[in-house]
T-cell receptor
């Protein structure tokens, strides 16, 4: 059975801390791994990682794909209260669908 | 530039009632999807479509039907709602499956 597992499920830190979110997967026909940020409504796209692009960075956020270990991490440095959200990891199988993990709920306290 | 629009945003149904959720996208995307999101379970694919006139089952299709009569619209129907269908429903689309999806803002459905 295809599955994507995220850890931790919940994380509370203080503003300014650095956090690392984990995602591991066991899926057939892996195409890419995606990270989304979900605040109150729709998930918004952060990164897509593929075999040809295993590391991405945007400002304080960065992500790495480890195809050997079938996992990915999302790092956020110098966290801000606006980073509080649910972070979703998903794996794209072929062109048809995404398999999502449960999400990590990140809370940044001032 | 609306992106993906879902209607309604909220709905309360009684067990056994029927309803249709509408998803509309203005980006000329070929692929459209319906997901449901439940606490602690991430998003699960209900049905999807790879083009006008096509539909296919996802991970949790039972109790739902879909139609894609026009390229820009993807409808999700519940023929006889059950409390287990209480959830937040998200529609998503993309051009060809290669890039990050664009999600709608969701429909919160409660079945009592």
């Amino acid at each position: 059975e295809d599955k994507v597992v995220q850890s931790p499920l919940s994380l509370v830190v203080h503003e300014g801390d650095t956090v690392t979110l984990n995602c591991s997967y066991e899926v057939t026909n892996f195409r890419s791994l995606l990270w989304y940020k979900q605040e109150k409504k729709a998930p918004t796209f952060l990164f897509m990682l593929t075999s040809s692009g295993i590391e991405k960075k945007s400002g304080r956020l960065s992500s790495i794909l480890d195809k050997k270990e079938l996992s990915s991490i999302l790092n956020i440095t110098a966290t801000q209260t606006g980073d509080s959200a649910i972070y979703l990891c998903a794996v794209a199988q072929g062109a048809q669908k995404l398999v999502f993990g449960q999400g990590t709920r990140l809370t940044i306290n001032p | 530039n609306a992106g993906v629009t879902q209607t309604p945003k909220f709905r309360v149904l009684k067990t056994g009632q029927s309803m249709t959720l509408l998803c509309a996208q203005d980006m000329n995307h070929e692929y459209m999807y319906w997901y449901r999101q439940d606490p602690g379970m991430g998003l699960r694919l209900i049905h999807y479509s790879v083009g006008e006139g096509t539909t296919a089952k996802g991970e949790v299709p039972d109790g739902y039907n879909v139609s894609r009569l026009k390229k820009q619209n993807f409808l999700l129907g519940l023929e006889s709602a059950a409390p287990s269908q209480t959830s937040v429903y998200f529609c998503a689309s993309n051009m060809d499956g290669s890039y990050g999806y664009t999600f709608g803002s969701g429909t919160r459905l409660t079945v009592v």
